[in-house]
């Protein structure tokens, strides 16, 4: 099986293959884990997929709706922003942050967001993320 590019076989478990075995182990955890929180989003009818990155960008698309991908559609913040905004539509600073021309406008959103529901700062935008660390920061919003 290819998982992030590398070949992960039995034999390389077997064999004690540290990066397989972590990547195996990290596939079905996220996997279950991410279809318990998923379970309790507010998606489209139609949004049914048991692909957790289509199930995700669903999610996005209900308050970005040209969102297409998990990296570059990420980094300006403003999908996260609108994500938080869409249910916690108080949230002290976020919409200033949100409206501001600031350069680090992306960086301030994840350091308010994170502040302020108590989730690591995962993300460091503008930089693009990794569709991985998209994900896992998604999930913990949704928590």
Known sequence: VKM?????TPHNILQG???STLQVVWAISFHWQCEVVVANLKLPPLATS?????LVLAWARTVSPGVTNLTTDWSDG????RLVLSSMPGLVGLEAALDSDHKNKAENIVKLVSHHLSIPPLLSLPTIPDKRVTMLYMMCLAQ
Do not use: F, W
């Open 4 to 8: 992030e590019g590398e070949e992960v």
């Open 17 to 19: 293959d540290s990066v």
């Open 78 to 81: 403003l999908v996260v922003a």
């Open 50 to 54: 048991p692909n957790i990155e289509s």
